[in-house]
C-alpha cells in the first residue's frame, strides 16, 4: 500500500501561516531538492530561521523535518518510477516511411553523419583542457546521468577512475545515493551532470546544489535549455535526436574519450608513473601465479 503521508501536506496547508505557506510553496516548486536539502541549508536558502520550519512541519502533521523529508522522497519515488516506465520508448515512424526501410536507413546514415561532422567542427578544445584540469584539482568527482543517460556516466568513471582517485557514480534516481554524495561536496570539486531527453528535472536541483556548496560543474546535454545547465557549467553540446531512437550516444562517448585525453595530457609524467606502476602490477601477480604453478 503507497505511502500517503505526502496528503498531510495539502489537507493542512490551510492550517499554515502565510510566512510558512511561502516556505511550503518554495518546497512543492521544487520537491526532488527538499530530499537531499539539510535543515540548516533550507533555513539559508530561504532566509528563515530552523524554527520557523519546525514549527511549519509541526502544523503539517509531521514530528521533525526529516518526517517532512520522508514524505517528500516518497512522492518524489513514485514521480520518478513513472518517468522510468515511459522514458525508453522509440519514437513513432510516420507510416509512409514504413515501406521504405532502405530511405529510412539511407536518412539515418546521413543524419549521423551531418551530426559527427558539426560536432567536430564545434568542440571547444580549449574547454577539454579546462574541464581536464578541474577535474584532477577535485577532490571529488561525482558523475551523475539518469535513466539511458547513466550510459554515458557509467562510460565516464570506467573512462577517469583508473587515471583518478576520487571518481564517484551517482544514481540520480537513488535518492539516497544523491544525498549522500552531494554532501561530500566542497569549493574546488567537480560535478559531471549528463542529460539527455528525456529530461529528469530533478538533474537542476542537483547542479543547483552542488553550486551552492562550491562545486564546479561540466554539463554534457543536448541543448542550452537542459536542465543540467547552470551560468557558470562548462557545457558540451552533442546533437544525439535520432529518427528512431531518443537519442544516439556515439557523440557523447566520443566527447568522454576526449576529456579522459585531455586529462593524460595534463597528468603529464604522473601518467607516465601511473602507467609504470600498473605494469609493475601485473608483472607481479604473473610472477607469483607462475611460482605456485611450477
Known amino acids: ?84 516506465e515511459t522514458s525508453y520508448f522509440s519514437l513513432d515512424l510516420p507510416v509512409v516511411e514504413r515501406g521504405n526501410q532502405e530511405m529510412v536507413i ?10 559527427s561532422a558539426e560536432f567536430y567542427d564545434t568542440v571547444p578544445t580549449e574547454h577539454i583542457l579546462k574541464t581536464a584540469r578541474l577535474i584532477l584539482q577535485a577532490k571529488t568527482v561525482l558523475i551523475c546521468g539518469q535513466g539511458v543517460s547513466s550510459v554515458v556516466s557509467e562510460y565516464f568513471y570506467r573512462r577517469i577512475s583508473p587515471l583518478i582517485p576520487n571518481a564517484i557514480l551517482v544514481h540520480p534516481e537513488d535518492l539516497d545515493n544523491v544525498q549522500a554524495n552531494l554532501v561530500k561536496l566542497h569549493p574546488g570539486d567537480h560535478v559531471i551532470a549528463i542529460s539527455f531527453p528525456r529530461y529528469y528535472d530533478a538533474m537542476r536541483n542537483i547542479v543547483q546544489y552542488a553550486e551552492y556548496r562550491g562545486a564546479g560543474v561540466t554539463s554534457i ?39 579522459a ?13 601511473l602507467v609504470s606502476d600498473a605494469h609493475e602490477v601485473i608483472h607481479f601477480i604473473n610472477e607469483s601465479s607462475s611460482e605456485k604453478n611450477s
Open 261 to 273: 585525453s585531455g586529462i593524460v595530457l595534463e597528468m603529464g609524467e604522473a601518467y607516465d608513473k
Open 221 to 259: 546535454t543536448d541543448n542550452l535549455e537542459s536542465p543540467v545547465v547552470t551560468q557558470n557549467s562548462i557545457n558540451y553540446l552533442c546533437d544525439t535526436a535520432t529518427r528512431v531512437f531518443y537519442n544516439s550516444y556515439s557523440l557523447p562517448i566520443e566527447l568522454v574519450n576526449l576529456i
Open 106 to 115: 539511407q536518412q539515418i546514415i546521413n543524419n549521423a553523419r551531418t551530426q
Open 1 to 84: 500500500m503507497p505511502d500517503d503521508s505526502f496528503q498531510k501536506i495539502n489537507k493542512n496547508y490551510h492550517n499554515l501561516t502565510r510566512k510558512q505557506r511561502e516556505i511550503l510553496d518554495i518546497l512543492l516548486s521544487n520537491p526532488e531538492d527538499v530530499c537531499y536539502i539539510s535543515l540548516k541549508d533550507l533555513s539559508q536558502r530561504s532566509s528563515v530561521s530552523e524554527v520557523t520550519i519546525l514549527r511549519m512541519c509541526k502544523r503539517l502533521g509531521f514530528e521533525n523535518f526529516i518526517e517532512l523529508k520522508k514524505a517528500f522522497r516518497s512522492h518524489t519515488e513514485r514521480l520518478v518510477k513513472n518517468f522510468m
